[in-house]
């Protein structure tokens, strides 16, 4: 007889009384992960503030990314796919990066650690930025910039697979 009710005498044995009782456990183990993506994207955007990388990145995924004629825009990475009829890859828009950035200056070096988490260095170069009275850093100069933080921060980041993007060239003078 068990003590499981009248309604089960017939049905449930000692037996199998014996195998639902609880026994004692071992003791159970803690332990705390820091768990850290090591892929965010196939391709980074990178480049200074107000290259185009955005502008960029709306035109080649759906992403829609805010744009605007001023510095740091973008103030967190976004990604988007991009398809080409079978083929598809993620396109990470990284905000801009400035001279020092390694040194934690502008943004800083959170987004140095995004572009560690991109196979294909995609370098954005604004043809315009020192064009006539425009004030800022000449294209060759940007993209030397951009290597340097990148190793400074990183030493070897800047060996990965990379593709140099000129943009605004339908500016006056940039070609
Ligand atoms: N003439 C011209 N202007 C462009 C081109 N691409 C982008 N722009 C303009 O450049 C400005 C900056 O564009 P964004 O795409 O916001 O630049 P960004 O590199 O994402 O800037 P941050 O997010 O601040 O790093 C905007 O006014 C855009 O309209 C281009 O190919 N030609
Ligand atoms: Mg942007």
Known sequence: MTQLGADFDDEV?????????????LPG????????LKSIADVGLIGMP???????????????????AYAFTTL????????YYD???TVADI??????????????????????????????????AALGDNKGIPPWEQLNDLIL???????GLSDRPSLVVANKL???GAE
């Open 95 to 128: 905000p801009g990066l400035i001279r020092g950035a390694h040194e934690n200056r502008g943004l800083g070096h959170a987004f140095l650690r995004h572009i560690e988490c991109t196979k294909v260095l995609s370098y954005v170069v604004d043809l315009a």
């Open 87 to 89: 083929f598809s890859l």
């Open 50 to 68: 107000n290259a185009g990388k955005s502008t960029l990145h709306g035109a080649l995924s759906k992403a829609k990314p805010v744009v605007g």
């Open 149 to 155: 933080e990148l190793e400074y921060y990183c030493e």
């Open 13 to 25: 044995s000692d037996d199998d009384y014996d195998h639902a009782s609880p026994s004692v456990g």
């Open 76 to 83: 967190r990475p976004n990604l988007g796919n991009v398809n």
């Open 29 to 36: 183990s803690e332990v705390i992960l820091v768990l850290e």
């Open 170 to 172: 339908d500016e006056d």
